[in-house]
């Protein structure tokens, strides 16, 4: 009987039920969009980083990570490398040997990370093929070709087809200068990673980095990195752990301890997206106490009748409480309706934010956000306003409760 009566009690003024269901349905929908548009920015900005520069996982040999000097080379890195590739899992294998130098053209000059690769290998690794927006892409052809990003290009004013001298100091600690041809401008969108690093042919950089005076080492077995990328990103973690073992010897990281800050993001990024719900949340009490207070005001003398023919206040309060907690499961599937459409369509076409582009380069994400969603924020936001109902419907119920039979009929 109670909750044929609460039922038929919110429709009793049915413009104000529908205003209030549909504050609860835009809230919910707000939310969703919300916490969809901010992960798909965390995941923006986690993607280029891991595609175009950390990559999922690392190999190094420790002091290089310390020192940053060609020395530290990693032993014996063509069975790593075979051991590497051999594990289940692992989707692309990139090995590269690194230098820190000078890049300079007739206009100006800036300190750089080169990156000696294997052309094939990191395009498979971090698409840098994929990124290059003027020119080409490596080739078998050439001397020295070298690809340098469209803005580091600007500053030094140069173009495809210009010359410039790359300065870096080699195995044995002496300075070593070469020329190298830019062949192709690349752009990932991420500026300060454009502005500090170059890539060259491996074996272009090898024959530079080993002195002709040392015959100890082949120019092949020279490597400083080795790049990996994983077919479940899921799996990374444990990639890594068994890598780790496999090479007690070797620095085996992954993404979030190469780069601290992709973890602080995607923490920061779910930190936002708690404060947004908390805000629609408090709303949506406000909205609902002021609704069921109306509600309970405007029958004060009908609550009066019925304290007064025997229903006791307990079941008074529970119907109070009954009427909130429909209004709520009315609102909650259209919401969650609304959240999934809208986060299904955006999630494919994105939402276009090109009119940021360098900012947002800044801070290397893409100009074009995908929403994206965790299917247990939908439980979660459908738990939440359920809980929010409860709640905001307990300060009506009690003031219904409190009312006098005798004084409550004599209500005009």
């Known amino acids: 009987m109670i909750p044929i009566m609460a039922w038929r009690n919110i429709w009793r003024s049915k413009t104000r039920s529908l205003v209030v269901i549909g504050a609860i349905a835009v809230g919910i929908w707000a939310a969703l ?54 594990e289940p899992g692992v989707k692309a294998v990139s090995v590269r040997s690194i230098a820190n130098g000078m890049i300079s053209s007739s206009q ?29 892409y490596f080739s078998d052809e050439g001397r020295n070709p070298i690809l340098v990003s469209s803005e580091l290009a600007e500053k030094l004013n140069v173009k495809v087809r210009s010359k410039v001298v ?51 080492l082949a120019a092949d077995a020279l490597a400083h990195e080795i790049a990996v990328m994983v077919d479940e990103i899921r799996d990374v973690d444990t990639i890594a752990s068994t890598l780790s073992a496999e090479f007690p010897n070797l620095k085996v990281q992954t993404y979030r301890e190469i780069s601290p800050d992709l973890e ?7 930190n936002v997206s708690l404060v947004y719900l908390t805000v629609i949340m408090l709303a949506l009490v406000f909205g609902i106490i002021n609704t069921m207070l109306m509600a309970v005001l405007e029958r004060i003398k009908e609550l009066g009748m019925l304290m007064a023919i025997g229903m006791n206040k307990l079941r008074v309060f529970f119907m109070i409480v009954l009427e909130s907690i429909m209004l709520g499961l009315v609102a909650i599937p259209v919401g969650l309706l609304l959240g999934y459409i809208t986060i299904d369509y955006v999630g494919k076409n994105g939402i276009d934010m090109s009119i940021y582009a360098k900012g947002l380069a800044n801070f290397g994400m893409s100009p074009i956000i995908y929403f994206e969603l965790d299917p247990i924020v939908y439980l979660q936001v459908a738990v939440g306003v359920f809980l929010t109902a409860v709640l905001a419907s307990i300060y009506p119920a009690l003031k219904a409760v409190r009312l006098k039979p005798v004084e409550a009929l004599r209500t005009i």
């Open 33 to 86: 969009s919300l916490t969809g548009f901010a992960t798909g920015m965390m995941k923006s900005y986690v993607n280029n980083a891991v595609q175009n520069i950390v990559s999922h996982i690392q190999v190094h040999q420790p002091e290089f990570l310390d020192e940053n000097e060609v020395k530290y080379n990693i032993p014996d890195v063509m069975a790593v490398e075979r051991a590497i590739r051999a």
């Open 108 to 136: 100006g000059a800036r300190g750089v990370r080169i990156k000696g690769v294997v052309p094939e290998e990191e395009a498979r690794v971090n698409a840098l093929n994929e990124n290059v927006v003027e020119g080409d």
């Open 166 to 216: 790359l300065n870096f100091q080699d195995r044995g600690g002496s300075i070593t200068a070469a020329a190298f041809r830019i062949v192709g401008l690349f752009d990932t969108g991420n500026n300060p990673f454009d502005l500090s690093h170059v890539f060259v042919r491996r074996s272009d950089l090898n024959n530079l980095l080993i002195p002709a005076t040392d015959s100890s």
């Open 264 to 270: 602080l993001y995607e923490g920061q990024i779910k």
